[in-house]
């Protein structure tokens, strides 16, 4: 016979609630990472829309949606802020580049025609980052001018290894091809059409290919 409580009534039993399962904790690295990488988002976005000189600190942290001690813990201020995100998108976009020419399985025009494309498709993707990279660097500060023209020398060795060797032409011919493409970019960037950039790639392959194919 079921046991019985107090004045001879039948006890209850009270039904067995499900043990919440326990959320994993992330790491504090990935979650270091992350809030670094949204103080940097933040920045870029704001240098797009107002200029790095006008981004003030209270904006960032305003738009990142972390605490100002936050940003001071991860980084020294507005400055090294920009460089990061500037070397993290430098890094990006020559890694998509090296990619997509290591699979033109050795043919330099393909080469040349991949790596452009991988190019134009990051600005197209990463607008804000990419104005901020090839337009406000220049003005921001010293050493933001400084890592920009780092990067171009960087992109020049990148496109020299990719080009045919032609004795018949200038020894800057690389230098030149390439601060052309980032010169009609950066117009592309300044007129607000960075999304577009990818219908450039016609007219870019052909202007980095027509000094080697002339020469033929």
Do not use: C
């Amino acid at each position: 016979m079921p046991p019985r409580g107090k004045a001879g009534t039948q006890e209850r039993q009270t039904p067995k609630r499900p043990v919440p399962s326990v959320r994993p904790s992330l790491p504090r690295e990935f979650i270091a990472l992350h809030k670094q990488r949204r103080i940097m988002d933040a920045l870029a976005e704001l240098t797009a829309e107002q200029g790095y000189e006008a981004t003030k600190i209270s904006d960032i942290v305003k738009r990142a949606g972390v605490a100002r001690k936050t940003l001071y813990d991860n980084f020294e201020g507005k400055e090294e802020v920009f460089l990061a995100a500037f070397d993290a998108a430098r890094d990006d976009v020559m890694r998509r580049v090296e990619e997509a020419g290591a699979g033109a399985d050795g043919d330099w025009q393909a080469r040349i025609e991949d790596g452009l494309a991988a190019f134009l498709g990051y600005v197209a993707e990463n607008p804000s980052l990419a104005r901020m990279s090839m337009i406000e660097s220049l003005s921001a500060t010293a050493e933001t001018t400084r890592r920009y023209e780092d990067a171009l020398e960087a992109f020049v060795a990148l496109t020299r290894g990719a080009l045919p060797s032609d004795e018949r032409l200038p020894e800057t011919i690389a230098e030149t091809v390439v601060g052309g493409v980032a010169w009609i970019v950066y117009q592309q960037i300044r007129r607000g059409d960075a999304e577009h950039a990818a219908d450039l790639l016609p007219e870019l392959t052909e202007f980095m290919m027509a000094p080697y194919l002339a020469s033929a």
